[in-house]
C-alpha cells in the first residue's frame, strides 16, 4: 500500500501502513543489533542482560518470579526459561518467597551484579550507536514523547485492548 492510498475501512491508512512497518522494522533491528552485542560481549542475549538489570535495581537485588515476567514484558514460562539459564551462569538464583511456598523470587547473585556492571559500558555504548547517535537532540526528544505517549496507552493496569471492546 503506498503512503498516499486512500483509508480503506478497516485497514490503516497507507501512511499509517508506512509508519508501522518502518516502526516494526527499526525495532527489531536494534533487537538484533542489541542481541548480537551482548551477545559478543557476554555470551547472552539482550533479554537476559535485561532481566539481570532489572533485578540489580530491584529492592535487595531479588524481584518475584511474577513481577518479573510483568517488567520484563514476557510470559512466564519464557521467563522461567531465562531464569534457569541465568542460574545455570551462576547470575541468579530462585528463592521461596517469604511467607508464600508457592512463589518464588530471582535473586540477583554477586557474579551476576558483577556480570551487569561490566556489561553496562559496552550495552549503553550499543544503544547509542543503534538509536541515538542517528538522531538530532530534537528527534531523540520526539522519540521519547512518542515512546511515551505509547507506554501510557497500553502499559496501564487494566488496560482494555480497544478492538476487544
Not at 560481549?41 to 524481584?63: C, I, K, N, W
Not at 550495552?123 to 547509542?128: D, F
Not at 511515551?148 to 471492546?165: H, K, N, Q, S, V
Request: proline share 7%; net charge positive.
Amino acid at each position: 500500500m503506498s503512503p498516499d492510498a486512500p483509508p480503506v475501512p478497516g485497514r490503516l491508512t497507507g501512511e499509517q501502513e508506512h509508519t508501522w512497518r518502518n516502526f516494526v522494522h527499526a525495532t527489531r533491528l536494534v533487537e538484533d543489533y542489541l542481541d548480537r552485542c551482548l551477545q559478543r560481549q557476554e555470551g547472552v542475549p539482550h533479554l537476559y542482560y535485561g532481566l539481570l538489570f532489572l533485578l540489580s535495581e530491584a529492592p535487595r537485588r531479588r524481584m518475584r518470579m511474577t513481577e518479573l515476567a510483568r517488567r520484563a514484558k514476557i510470559t512466564r514460562p519464557r521467563l522461567s526459561h531465562a531464569v534457569a539459564r541465568l542460574e545455570k551462569l551462576g547470575w541468579a538464583r530462585r528463592e521461596a518467597c517469604p511467607g508464600d511456598r508457592r512463589g518464588q523470587e530471582a535473586v540477583l547473585t554477586d557474579s551476576g551484579r558483577e556480570m551487569v556492571a561490566r556489561a553496562t559500558p559496552g550495552h549503553a555504548a550499543a544503544v547509542r550507536t543503534a538509536v541515538f547517535d542517528s538522531l538530532t537532540p530534537e528527534q531523540a526528544g520526539q522519540l521519547n514523547s512518542i515512546c511515551r505517549t505509547i507506554e501510557a496507552g497500553l502499559d496501564r493496569e487494566g488496560a482494555d485492548l480497544p478492538w476487544l471492546r
